[in-house]
């Protein structure tokens, strides 16, 4: 930022920030796009819950401050905050509550969701803006993401509209995925602590019961959404999911900006966790690799000459799990590995394992979620799958192209806007790309990929396009800040 202009103050309030607690894509855009904000110029903070995930990892956190008394429906909590740092230096605050946040995980067990979520969630955001009343340092802007920060918005425009710190501070709202809509009863209205005024279909009611989501929507100066495309489709009933009429009327502050990759912690020539580093000049040492995962992870040997297909997802309908347990066997039966790392839905675990003890030398089926291994799978398969039903980014195909993994995809989403289909003619585009949600759409893709890679001079050209794309987030950092500037000057 050039001249006396005063940095801008943004505040990231996340329920998961990679490498401190992460289920999914928002952990790692909320632990990398705050450190690419700050290197545009902006002052950065970050705020999640202390998990015990966060407890156990190691990660040095040191006690900030104990004294906060947070309004929970009737009650008042007490709380304590830590402060850590993400690796550009940007302040983390966690905070600390054992009877909310030390669980095994983060929203839920195989049984379902936490039964308390909603008070989680509330305690997390009121304890946040209590936190930065408390340390007397406003902020500009609040960039809330998902329906666990739903209420913030909300919070600011009724409760402290009129508050000396907090009544100025503007709010932007990322949608990272509209399918899951934060929904209580409405009894619980009195949880959040906000007026009955907002229970109304213009406010927080959604078909008879309340929704954070929908809160984040309709009180946020601003919103944005992780692709073009997916900020068009949630305005359709098909993807919308009932929230397509409220975004139609707000969709001059909604903007559809893409995520980017951390190519710091996804590149092959620099990943600690993948056995032979390799770039664009060294695709040899890629082959020593998916060498090493197919002995890892108990794949023949005769795969390392046929196409690796992997897939690293959380197991869900939305991932295209139902269209996966269809085609998994043809896969093969062209010829093909196959490994998947997933971790999700019982009902898909158990399809999943089914399928993979029929033939477990050329399927191979990790349940569970490991990091690690996520980095070998990209770095050893040959095509990652990303058959998805609907996808608002997708990090993964954008990991994937940089380790010469050629990502087969369904056209929707962001990986509609990341993925451009090989034409072996003019030797351009970075992937392969099926439409219709079907089982043949995507066997024809798949035979694509499986023709082209028995060329391999062909394959290895198709890997350079994807492994030359620049995906980083300084692009999509400049355009939040664009869009902080403009909501401050609204
Ligand atoms: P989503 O957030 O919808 O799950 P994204 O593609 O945006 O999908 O992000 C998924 C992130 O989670 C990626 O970093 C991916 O590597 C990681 N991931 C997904 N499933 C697993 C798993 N079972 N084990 C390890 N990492 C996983």
Known sequence: MGGLKKPLRILFLSSEVAPFAKTGGLADVAGSLPDAVKRQGAEVSIALPFYRVTREGAFSAQPLFSGLRV?????????????????????????????????????????????????????????????????????????????????????????????????????LFTIHNIGYQGLFPQEKLAVCGLPPRVLHMEGLEYWGQIS?????????DALTTVSPSYAREIQTPEFGLGMEGILQ?????????????????????????????????????????????????????????????????RLSAQKGCDLLVQVMEDIIGLGAG????????????????????????????????????????????????????????????????????????????????????????????????????KADALMGAVKQAIRHYQDPATWQGLMRNGMAEDFSWDRSAQRYLDLYQSILSA
């Open 338 to 437: 196959l490994v998947i790392l997933g971790s999700g839905e019982e009902k898909y675990q158990t399809l999943l394992e089914k399928a993979a003890r029929r033939d477990p030398g050329n399927l191979s089926l990790r349940i569970g979620f490991d990091e690690s291994l996520a980095h070998r799978i990209m770095a050893g398969a040959d095509v990652l799958l990303l058959p998805s039903r609907y996808e608002p980014c997708g990090l993964t195909q954008m990991y994937a192209l940089k380790y010469g993994t050629v990502p087969l995809v369904r056209a929707t989403g962001g990986l509609d806007d990341t993925i451009v289909p090989f034409d072996p003619e003019t030797k351009q585009g970075n992937g392969f790309k099926f439409g219709p949600y």
């Open 249 to 313: 009327k707000r969709v001059k502050d909604l903007h559809g900006i893409l995520n980017g990759a951390d190519y710091d912690l996804w590149s092959p020539d620099k990943d600690p966790d993948i056995p032979y580093p390799y770039d664009e000049h060294r695709l040899e040492e890629k082959a020593r690799n998916k060498a090493a995962l197919l002995d890892e992870v108990g794949l023949k040997e005769s795969v390392r000459d046929r196409p690796l297909f992997g897939m690293i997802s």
């Open 71 to 171: 309004p929970l429906g009737g009650a008042t909590l007490g709380g304590h905050v830590l402060q850590a740092h993400t690796k550009e230096g940007v302040p983390v605050y966690l905070f600390e509550r054992e009877d909310l946040f030390d669980r095994p995980n983060l929203y839920a067990t195989s049984e379902g969701d936490y039964y308390d979520n909603l008070e989680r969630f509330v305690y997390f955001t009121r304890a946040a803006l209590l936190f930065l009343k408390h340390m007397g340092s406003p902020v500009d802007v609040i960039h809330c993401h998902d329906w666990q920060t739903g209420l913030v918005p909300a919070y600011l425009k009724t409760v402290y509209r009129d508050d000396p710190l907090l009544g100025s501070t503007a709010t």
């Open 212 to 220: 954070l989501l929908k809160a984040g929507i309709v009180y946020a």
